[in-house]
């Protein structure tokens, strides 16, 4: 029908455009939810309004096993190999098993199995590879993950064990279809993820204290790990935060930073304001790319880009803009290397 049309032609053209501005293993376009848009692809689940309850164990639907953008991107790939006039690479972002538990009021230690079962169904289904473009990197998205105090995964309980279970068991299934694996994460105060054999990639914000740490450098080399660097910040409103910060020449109180935060946003939405003076400047990006790669080396930083989506940007030239600074520090710092 012409929804699916449309919602297709977006994806393609949305991920040609990552791929002009010099991404070299875009992700698919997000153009919807991430957690619902995994949940709704379960049978055994029922909606309510607290979030989900599971009324049976949870298993892939038979009619809707496949993610429609990843599909969009297989069903194009000659088109998107003639537009770029070579074979494409594609990152796969899944929502991790803890974030999905989260959504269900009632969890047990066995939630985070039977949730990451069914993801590493739809990677099953979902990963291609042709003459065209293939899945080059899976990463699983734990945004909540390290950042609760969670009894479920305390230190020696069975649910830590079958979320550690169930990660391996996703990023195993990745590495049966040749593709790269990283773990997405907000906060890497709990080092679990450390132990997934399967793992290669650790992706963590702008900032995280996993860049500072010592035994950082110990743990990528004795678990052979790699980073991906984090070069731009996601929360427009922080970026907004911190230009009002420096143009101002007293200290402002909290009050008065989020009402001029707010007017920001009303002039930016009005066009009064140009969005495109509150991003990061290449040398802030470069510098970030750089003291990652000295301390740990290039041979352990796989990847480099924005430190999460950016659909907090207020609009999708200024997050392309971002896309294409993020590129130009990757290229730059290339030729020099």
């Not at 939630?111 to 069914?118: A, P």
């Not at 990197?137 to 909540?144: A, H, M, Y």
């Not at 649910?159 to 391996?168: D, F, S």
Request: hydrophobic share 35%; aromatic share 8%.
């Amino acid at each position: 029908d012409k929804a699916a049309e449309y919602f297709e032609k977006c994806v393609v053209e949305s991920f040609l455009d990552k791929i002009r501005v010099g991404i070299h293993v875009p992700n698919y376009p997000q153009f919807r939810d991430m957690n619902e848009m995994f949940l709704s692809m379960m049978d055994g689940l029922e909606k309510i309004k607290e979030g989900y309850l599971e009324t049976s164990v949870p298993s892939l639907k038979a009619d809707n096993s496949q993610i429609s953008e990843v599909a969009s991107l297989e069903r194009n790939s000659q088109l998107i190999h003639e537009k770029t006039g070579e074979q494409f690479e594609a990152r796969v972002c899944v929502t991790g098993p803890y974030t999905l538990a989260s959504f269900f009021p009632y969890r047990d230690e066995g939630t985070f199995s039977r949730l990451g079962n069914v993801i590493s169904q739809i990677l099953e289904n979902n990963l291609f590879s042709n003459k065209h473009g293939k899945t080059s990197l899976v990463s699983v998205d734990e945004p909540l993950f390290g950042l609760l105090d969670d009894p479920l995964i305390d230190f020696g309980s069975r649910g830590k064990e079958n979320l550690l279970t169930a990660w391996e068991n996703i990023c195993g299934k990745v590495k049966s279809k040749n593709a790269q694996t990283m773990i997405h994460l907000h906060s890497t105060a709990n080092p679990l993820f450390w132990e997934v054999p399967s793992l290669d990639v650790i992706d963590s914000h702008v900032g995280d204290p996993l860049i500072q740490m010592k035994r950082t450098g110990e743990l990528l080399e004795s678990k052979d790990k790699f980073l991906k660097a984090s070069l731009a910040v996601n929360d427009f409103d922080l970026l907004i935060k911190e230009k009002i910060g420096a143009d101002s020449q007293v200290k402002l109180a909290d009050s008065d930073v989020n009402e001029k935060i707010a007017d920001t946003w009303t002039g930016i939405r009005s066009g009064i304001v140009d969005s495109e003076k509150f991003l990061e400047t290449v040398d802030i990006m470069k510098s970030r790319l750089v003291r990652v790669v000295e301390r740990f080396g290039p041979e352990r930083v796989l990847y480099a880009g924005p430190e999460c989506g950016l659909k907090g940007y207020p609009t999708y030239e200024i997050a392309f803009e971002c896309l294409r600074r993020v590129s130009s520090v990757v290229k730059s710092f290339e030729k020099q290397s």
